[in-house]
């Protein structure tokens, strides 16, 4: 007896895995039609059809266009019915995404980012010396806080005032600003968990430093 299965892997691809092959046999039919109006007719009942096996297509702003597209696209562009929507091109579907640029903008600093630099020049910006101090300070409080966030450790004073000198290329004198603002540049308090796990060690290490020295004994 004459073996009548067919199997996938000797049918051609399918256009649009997640509608399946019985959907593009279905779009396929519709295509064959001579008369436009029974094409548009069976279109639109296979839309519907198409809405009920993806329903999370509703939950997409253009999920109406969407899915007419997709009939579009698994008919080879060549469905011919009154849709409500434009039809797609070919090219319009398959072109390629416009390629985005990374910036080539070095950042002096990298492990504060980009933004403390934006942050400098605008506070260079302000009108008088005052309010430009007080800008860095509160640029201090930042630094700090968001060095002990990431790092677990504290950052020297020095190190701060050196790095707003040289982004502000010596237009603030950072000594001012903190004789001035000495509260900015208090250190901030790390997890209580670090100390913690700082005092725990530190009293392993006495209980071991005495029990080598009874061992001495």
């Known amino acids: 007896m004459r073996d009548e299965h067919s199997y996938n892997t000797s049918r051609s691809d399918i256009i649009l895995k997640e509608y399946g092959r019985n959907i593009e046999g279905l779009v396929q039919f519709i295509s064959s ?44 562009f060549k469905l011919d019915i009154d849709s409500p929507y434009p039809a797609p091109k070919e090219n319009m579907m398959f072109s390629k995404p416009r390629r985005v640029e990374y910036t080539q903008s070095n950042i002096r600093f990298r492990h504060f ?11 260079l910006e302000l009108e008088t010396k005052e309010d430009v ?5 509160k640029i201090v409080k930042l630094m700090k806080s968001f060095y002990s966030a990431q790092v677990n450790n504290q950052i020297e004073d020095d190190v701060i005032m050196n790095t707003l000198s040289i982004l502000s290329k010596g237009k603030v004198n950072m000594k001012e600003v903190k004789a001035k603002y000495p509260d900015a540049f208090k250190n901030v308090k790390l997890p209580s968990n670090t100390a913690v796990t700082t005092s725990s060690s530190n009293n392993s290490s006495s209980k071991s430093k005495k029990r080598r020295k009874k061992r001495r004994k």
Do not use: C
């Not at 548009?40 to 007419?68: C, E, F, G, V």
């Open 113 to 123: 980012g980009k933004n403390l630099e934006a942050m400098v020049q605008n506070a």
């Open 133 to 137: 101090e007080l800008a860095f300070s």
């Open 33 to 76: 039609l001579e008369d436009k109006s029974l094409r548009t007719q069976y279109a639109y009942t296979l839309i519907a059809l198409m809405k009920q096996l993806h329903p999370i297509q509703k939950q997409l702003n253009d999920s109406q266009q969407r899915i007419w597209d997709h009939l579009q696209v698994m008919s080879d």
